[in-house]
């Protein structure tokens, strides 16, 4: 059950040029609150709850989303390329309210936000705007990051979670989905893998953008060119592939994420390779590894979203926003004919990805 929130009181808080006059809900995210707010001398604003069920810590999410965006500030050419929070009547970038929820503001970028590719061009830009950023945080300092959701993208601990969850059956739901149990629970070993490999060492430690589906860039509406990443709550140390597997599970697909007829979900090798091209130019520092190992990136973050919704589905719906009963279900399943699809064009895929790189 989501509390009652009061956005257009939280607005006051902020330092907005003009009046507030509208406040609306906004944007098709899975996590926060998300408000556009005008005021009278015609700006725009988004305002965002953050979601504590989610991030437990919002003072540190916070933190960690204003030293990136002011490191970042430094390097890129057009202040537009970087949201441009707010401070609040706390000189803070966040405002607390009476019920203890954590309100941010920022400007509203007035640019073109796609739930999927509408061109290849769109998806290639999106590759150089998660590319670009990943490189422009190259030098920051890791260490002084907080951990805003410990073990993100560590598919072990989310395979841990999600028998944790098959054992409680706190709803009821288990039974009903043997079929997809058993798909999960036959890839656990390869699902580990990338976790083993940073673990040793083997693939470097970056600080990367962890949630780089589409909907979080911004592309320019006059030339379509990359423009902004938003969505920055889960900056943290991770791996490049787990940037570039979340935008192929998002974007390559042939269907959206909640897509209820499989028949329609697939990977497109068109997109995937025109990502990969975007994603090699704008991240020169790739290691050999780290390429080699893109497709096995797109499968095994395809695998951990669908044990991730489907661990969810089976708590009772508590993490991700739904808009039906068996959302959770129908989002794992599609995540899964992904994965299934993949794994059927697997050798394709390889190839794309040796192709691309044989290029730069
Ligand atoms: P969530 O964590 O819930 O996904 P986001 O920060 O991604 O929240 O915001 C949700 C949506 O709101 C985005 O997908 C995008 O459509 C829109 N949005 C967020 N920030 C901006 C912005 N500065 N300018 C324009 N649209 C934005
Ligand atoms: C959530 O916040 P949003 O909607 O951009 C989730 C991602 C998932 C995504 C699936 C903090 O992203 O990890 O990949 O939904 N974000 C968090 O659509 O859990
Ligand atoms: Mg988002």
Same mark, same amino acid.
């Given at each position: 059950m989501r509390k009652v929130l009061h956005p257009e009181d939280a607005i006051k808080h902020f330092r907005t040029g003009g009046t507030p006059v509208s406040c609306n809900e906004f944007g098709h995210g899975h996590i926060n609150s998300t408000y556009m707010v005008k005021t009278d001398d015609g700006h725009e604003y988004i305002l965002q709850c953050i979601n504590q069920y989610v991030f437990n810590n919002p003072k540190a999410v916070m933190e960690n989303v204003g030293a990136v965006v002011e490191y970042l500030r430094g390097r890129v050419?057009?202040?537009?390329e970087v949201l441009n929070f707010l401070l609040s009547d706390t000189d803070t970038y966040y405002y607390v309210d009476e019920a203890g929820e954590y309100w941010r503001c920022y400007e509203f970028a007035d640019g073109i936000c796609l739930?999927?590719?509408?061109s290849d061009q769109d998806f290639y830009e999106s590759a150089i705007a998660f590319g670009r950023f990943q490189e422009m945080l190259?030098?920051?300092?890791?260490?002084?990051?907080?951990?805003?959701? %410990?073990?993100?993208?560590?598919t072990v601990n989310r395979y841990r979670m999600f028998k944790d969850a098959l054992m409680a059956d706190r709803v009821d739901r288990a039974a009903s989905v043997q079929p997809e149990i058993a798909f999960i629970m036959e890839r656990e070993e390869e699902a580990g893998t990338l976790v083993r490999l940073l673990e040793r060492g083997e693939l470097p430690l970056r600080v990367t953008h962890?949630?780089?589906?589409?909907?979080n860039v911004l592309l320019d509406r006059?030339?379509?060119?990359a423009m902004c990443v938003l969505d920055?709550?889960?900056?943290? %140390?991770? !791996? !490049?592939l787990y940037d570039f597997g979340d935008s192929i599970r998002f974007g390559?697909?042939?269907?959206?994420?909640?897509? %209820?007829?499989? !028949?329609?979900?697939?990977?497109?090798l068109e997109l995937f390779r025109v990502y990969t091209a975007g994603y090699l130019t704008a991240c020169r520092s790739l290691t050999k590894k780290e390429t080699e190992l893109l497709p096995l990136g797109a499968k095994i973050i395809t695998l951990e979203l669908a044990v991730r919704f489907l661990t969810d589905y089976l708590d009772g719906d508590r993490y991700f926003k739904t808009a039906y009963p068996e959302h959770n279900l129908v989002r794992a399943r599609s995540q899964l004919k992904l994965v299934a699809d993949m794994e059927r064009k697997w050798e394709q895929m390889q190839k794309i990805v040796a192709e691309e790189a044989a290029k730069n």
């Open positions: 050419n057009d202040p537009k739930e999927a590719p509408e190259q030098e920051f300092p890791a260490e002084t990051l907080h951990e805003t959701i %410990p073990m993100f993208h560590n962890n949630d780089t589906k589409l909907n006059k030339t379509r060119k920055l709550d889960t900056v943290m %140390p991770g !791996s !490049s390559a697909a042939t269907a959206a994420e909640d897509e %209820p007829d499989l !028949s329609r979900m697939e990977i497109n």
